[in-house]
């Protein structure tokens, strides 16, 4: 490895730890970004010779990050490379930004036709992210749903069209770390009962959220799928309850349902490749 390019690296490195974040933070950033340039696999000797740092750090900050699966360990040689987490997640950030100027004009479209608050959302460890968001025009009063914001998935409309299309060890895992806070008398709070409106979701092609998150909000979802059999977004209309009921609402699932499958085909998904809904009532938590 040229020692002019270790040196400049060195350089950066002391520029950055100068900016007042967590120093084993900038430690752990610094070995993947030079497993990233120089691997694909090194030891815990060379690592931290080249870095300058101690071998014991280098070594408890590998493991730690082996546990998130952004490091791992090739047994039979004993040395360190990136994890497949971090193509899963380069990935996921390819897709967001692609999901979101290929969405856009179609949120636009939903929005006009629909006269509502329209938004497009992915999960994230923390739940589920607006990426995008158009409103209407010529309406007052709309849905609060600032881009970036996040909510938790198990009582939007949103992230339940996203969880049904889960496994049910992925559905565990996020309810596992972000709970099931009760925001409403309505908020679904027993797991079982997620599971239940999951499936339904899955049987209609739809979710709904009938005053979950917030009193006098409504809203319906459908899921975005790309390339592969997993869901990577989900397209949603919100607004107050009184123009979510009947024929209203019934309007607003078929909407919502065909600017999804749009969007989907536009990121590659064919149409005949979607998953088929069948007719049936949609989970309300006032029957």
Avoid at 238 to 258: C, H, M, N, S, Y
């Amino acid at each position: 490895m040229p020692a002019v390019s270790i040196r400049k690296k060195k350089s950066l490195w002391r520029h950055v730890e100068h900016a007042g974040s967590s120093k084993s933070l900038q430690k752990a950033i610094r070995i993947l970004f030079h497993l990233g340039d120089f691997g694909p696999e090194m030891g815990v000797t060379q690592l931290a010779g080249e870095l300058g740092l101690n071998k014991t750090t280098v070594f408890r900050l590998l493991n730690a990050m082996a546990q998130f699966e952004l490091i791992e360990k090739n047994s039979a040689t004993e040395r360190y490379r990136l994890g497949l987490r971090l193509h899963e997640l380069g990935s996921r950030a390819l897709e967001s930004r692609s999901l979101r100027s290929e969405a856009h004009s179609f949120l636009m479209e939903l929005s006009r036709r629909c006269n509502e608050s329209v938004s497009i959302a992915v999960l994230s460890p923390e739940g589920v992210v607006c990426l995008d968001r158009v409103d209407p025009q010529d309406s007052v009063i709309t849905a609060r749903t600032p881009v970036g914001a996040r909510f938790q998935p198990h009582c939007t409309a949103a992230g339940k069209a996203i969880l049904a299309y889960l496994s049910d060890s992925e559905v565990a895992a996020i309810i596992k770390r972000n709970g099931m806070p009760r925001f409403t008398s309505n908020t679904i709070d027993s797991y079982s009962q997620l599971l239940e409106v999951l499936a339904l979701t899955r049987h209609q092609g739809y979710a709904t959220d009938r005053q979950e998150l917030e009193k006098g909000l409504c809203g319906v979802a459908a899921t975005v799928f790309a390339h592969g059999s997993q869901p990577i977004a989900a397209v949603g209309i919100a607004g107050p309850t009184p123009r979510f009921l009947g024929e209203e609402l019934q309007g607003k699932i078929r909407l919502v349902r065909d600017f999804a499958a749009k969007i989907s085909k536009a990121l590659g998904k064919g149409q005949t490749a979607l998953p088929s809904p069948v007719k049936g009532r949609f989970y309300d938590p006032f029957s």
